[in-house]
């Protein structure tokens, strides 16, 4: 269901225990700050769009294949099969495990927080909040992991140049930071002035620094 790309630190010991950061769709090289001081698993889907979605749904583009739900399957396979692997194989500090992603990435990890404890630091950027349902399944299921400190960002101007369902990215996007942060103790919620594909890299930076101040 998906490959992975491991990054070691280069001063990699048995003897110290490392955070693990595990990021939805592979893109490691964004994390290239933390390269030294955390394990980096970078998680690559066969299909993004049926791996990060929670239930089925149709495609916003009517070519496309709709989308297939997969994610708690998809989260199985991470948090029982493929955590338990590392945890054996490598020197990890079991509470400080990070789990987040970008765009439907960030909306899988968000959708996390309802089904397993195993991460303690969650991390969305630009997540897919306008997904059909997923507001109203967080705002009717209790949290889970009620103890991962999250990070939230999101842009104001996603989806403005849309005419569906992606126009109302924004208000949702509020409207969940909102929501997670009355449930959660520990939750940074920020939006910039960038549209959904804009700014990444320094959308990343921002998230690291977070990290590194999470991971101590």
């Not at 409207?175 to 804009?198: A, P």
Request: with cysteine; charged share 20%.
């Amino acid at each position: 269901m998906f490959d992975t790309k491991i990054s070691l630190p280069n001063n990699y010991n048995e003897g110290n225990k490392y955070p693990l950061i595990l990021l939805n769709d592979g893109e490691i090289n964004y994390l290239g700050d933390l390269k030294d001081t955390a394990i980096l698993v970078g998680l690559i889907p066969q299909n993004r769009s049926d791996a990060f979605t929670p239930w089925r749904a149709a495609n916003l583009k009517p070519s496309m294949p709709d989308f297939a739900g997969k994610l708690d399957e998809y989260h199985i396979k991470v948090f029982e099969y493929l955590l338990s692997e590392l945890l054996c194989k490598y020197s990890i500090d079991e509470s400080k495990i990070a789990y987040g992603g970008y765009s439907l990435g960030g909306l899988a990890a968000v959708y996390s927080l309802y089904n397993t404890t195993a991460p303690s630091i969650i991390f969305s950027l630009c997540g897919s909040f306008w997904y059909p349902q997923f507001f109203d399944y967080c705002e009717n299921h209790k949290v889970l992991n009620t103890k991962a400190s999250l990070y939230l960002q999101n842009g104001k101007t996603e989806g403005g140049k849309h005419n569906n369902i992606l126009s109302n990215a924004p208000i949702l996007s509020a409207k969940l930071h909102k929501l997670l942060s009355d449930r959660l103790d520990n939750v940074t919620s920020t939006f910039d002035e960038y549209g959904h594909h804009e700014n990444i890299t320094g959308r990343y930076e921002k998230l690291i620094d977070w990290l590194k101040e999470n991971l101590k």
